[in-house]
């Protein structure tokens, strides 16, 4: 079941918050805990044994950690154990094929791989356990003592298959004690309007463009095309995921809590190191708090630094997904962080703007054909073609159709990677009170509307994240 769905938006939705709010305050997180395991359990009906089975492992763990706090042994076995079992879990899921395949390939061996299904949200899920334990062992957070608070933590479906990541730290005092009042109510649907229009109306309809583009043999499109077909992926993947994570925040403020955000205008960015502190902001913060600065951050001088990046941007590819090109994919831009750290940032600081700006986008452009293509060699054939090394054509037929029947979609989604839609909302509501008042909602039901049409009619509605 994906928010971007007619099932969701007019069923579970609407039966959930309905279930919820007539509720009394004291069992809303035992319904949300229900609805939150139904919404699992219709893609991953198995799985959701697991997903329990970390739930009261790592609740039980936390409890023994927070009672030893002062045997050092005991409440080191209990982080331990906690993080072993968390990554063991994910290794066997996500990294079983990708380590018995390459052992294979390395000792020429034949051994078979048997392919497991990836259990929904386990990247997400997982780290959000260890960031409870790791937090409790270090003292920022006492213990949760409810269990039924601690499910609610983990299996609060707005984040809980794609994120984004939230640590128990930042939710802690809104399990049991969060407001919840009207203005947030339409504060959270507001944003899920916005994150469906993103995801149905601009992630899926540039994405058509791209599949089209990424079907066709690589020997056969012209360089123009290929540009046209990453800057579409580069589109669909920002207004896929943003538009994921806006509808989380948002269904997590109509049940009252507090998200933070995860995408700020990534694409505005004018170097690398800008650009990866606005996308996926959870997954930055988690490898920064859990890993990086626990390795010695900055710290420990250039050398250990640039250790401490490796492995960071390293871990970050590798997260995911259990393929080379991602490794290549996070290493390729922990390669830019660590030029721009040690040099090309004071570079980049007298010079114009644009010249950053356009550095950022080619960097980020080309790192998406990385993420994309599950085959390196497939990857780097696209990047020759992109750059004319080959015997493509410049500019051909399909590249001048495909701007024709796309060019206004383009320039659409140019103006929604930047700021100027949400303060052109913002002056609106300040300016137009009373028309605003009434004009805001009539558009946002329009919204809601198109999205409807779209999904009756497309069979097209992928989710990028999913696979991760």
Same mark, same amino acid.
């Given at each position: ?17 309905? =279930? ?13 805990? +229900? ?10 009906? @198995?799985?959701?044994? /697991? ?31 906690? +993080? ?28 078979? @791989? ?5 259990? =929904? ?5 997982? #780290? &959000? ?54 203005? &947030? #109510? ?9 994150? =469906? ?38 589109? &669909? ?45 959870? $997954? ?24 401490? $990046?490796?492995? @960071? ?6 997260? !995911? ?35 950053? !700006? ?6 980020? /452009? ?11 060699? &497939? ?30 979609? +383009? ?13 052109? +909302? ?43």
């Amino acid at each position: 079941m994906v928010f971007s769905s007619l099932l969701f938006i007019f069923k579970f939705l609407p039966i959930t918050l309905f =279930l919820y709010y007539i509720a009394p305050k004291s069992i809303r997180n035992i319904i949300l805990i +229900l609805a939150s395991l139904i919404f699992y359990a219709w893609g991953e009906p @198995v799985y959701i044994v /697991i997903m329990l089975f970390a739930i009261v492992f790592d609740y039980t763990n936390g409890l023994i950690i927070e009672k030893y706090s002062t045997n050092i042994v005991v409440k080191r076995l209990g982080l331990i154990a906690s +993080l072993t079992v968390n990554l063991g879990l994910l290794s066997f899921f996500k990294y079983y094929g990708f380590f018995v395949g390459n052992f294979s390939a390395l000792f020429h061996l034949n051994l078979t @791989v048997k392919s497991l299904p990836l259990p =929904l949200g386990i990247s997400f899920y997982t #780290f &959000q356990s260890m960031s409870y334990i790791i937090d409790v062992y270090l003292g920022k957070v006492p213990a949760q003592k409810k269990i039924l608070a601690y499910a609610t933590f983990v299996t609060m479906f707005p984040q809980l298959v794609a994120g984004p990541i939230v640590r128990y730290i930042d939710i802690s005092k809104q399990i049991d004690n969060r407001k919840q009042n009207l203005v &947030q #109510f339409l504060d959270g649907l507001e944003l899920f309007i916005i994150g =469906l229009a993103k995801k149905v109306l601009l992630a899926n309809n540039i994405g058509i463009l791209w599949s089209s583009i990424k079907a066709a043999p690589q020997g056969e499109i012209s360089i123009l095309t290929a540009w046209i077909g990453i800057v579409s992926f580069t589109f &669909q993947i920002y207004f896929d995921f943003s538009g994921y994570s806006d509808m989380a925040i948002g269904l997590a403020k109509m049940l009252g809590f507090e998200l933070n955000i995860n995408f700020n205008y990534p694409y505005i960015s004018r170097n690398v190191t800008e650009f990866w502190r606005r996308w996926h902001i959870s $997954l930055g913060t988690w490898f920064r708090e859990y890993l990086y600065i626990p390795l010695g951050g900055n710290r420990q001088g250039k050398w250990k630094q640039l250790r401490n $990046l490796f492995v @960071v941007w390293f871990l970050t590819g590798f997260w !995911h997904g259990a393929n080379w090109n991602f490794i290549v994919w996070g290493l390729y831009f922990g390669g830019f962080v660590v030029l721009e750290k040690f040099f090309l940032l004071k570079w980049l600081s007298n010079k114009p703007r644009f010249i950053g !700006h356009v550095y950022t986008l080619l960097v980020v /452009i080309v790192g998406w054909v990385f993420f994309e293509f599950d085959s390196l060699t &497939q990857g780097l054939g696209f990047i020759r073609t992109m750059f004319g090394i080959g015997t493509n054509k410049l500019i051909d037929g399909h590249s001048i159709y495909y701007l024709y029947t796309n060019g206004i979609l +383009l320039i659409i989604l140019a103006l929604c990677s930047t700021p100027l839609m949400r303060n052109l +909302l913002i002056k609106f509501k300040k300016t137009m009170k009373v028309t605003g008042t009434i004009a805001i909602p009539i558009a946002y039901m329009l919204i809601v509307v198109l999205c409807t049409a779209f999904l009756v009619n497309e069979s097209y509605n992928p989710f990028l994240y999913f696979r991760f």
